[in-house]
């Protein structure tokens, strides 16, 4: 009868081992989960703010006197004189 109740204490003590170790373990796993977790919620915003600022950026271009403007700066586009202007009559 020792010899079972010895045996039984056993079983337990290595069963409550084993369920220690295992909550430890997903204790750890569900940490790690959640700082993965906080870095992709802040990954998200960032992109969500670099997305705001090119909508912002694409609206600018996006104006005619902008166009205008670095039409003349940069590619010295300017609007052709009265000579120069042919009109084609039906």
Do not use: C
Request: proline residues 1%; hydrophobic residues 45%; positive net charge.
């Amino acid at each position: 009868m020792k010899t079972k109740q010895l045996a039984l204490t056993i079983a337990l003590l290595a069963l409550t081992l084993f369920i220690i170790v295992n909550y430890i373990y997903l204790q750890h796993k569900s940490r790690n989960q959640f700082v993965a977790l906080q870095e992709l919620i802040n990954e998200e915003n960032d992109l969500n703010a670099d997305w705001g600022r090119l909508q912002i950026e694409q609206s600018t271009y996006v104006n005619n006197s902008t166009i205008v403007a670095q039409a003349k700066k940069q590619l010295g586009m300017k609007l052709p004189e009265k000579e120069q202007i042919l009109s084609i009559k039906r």
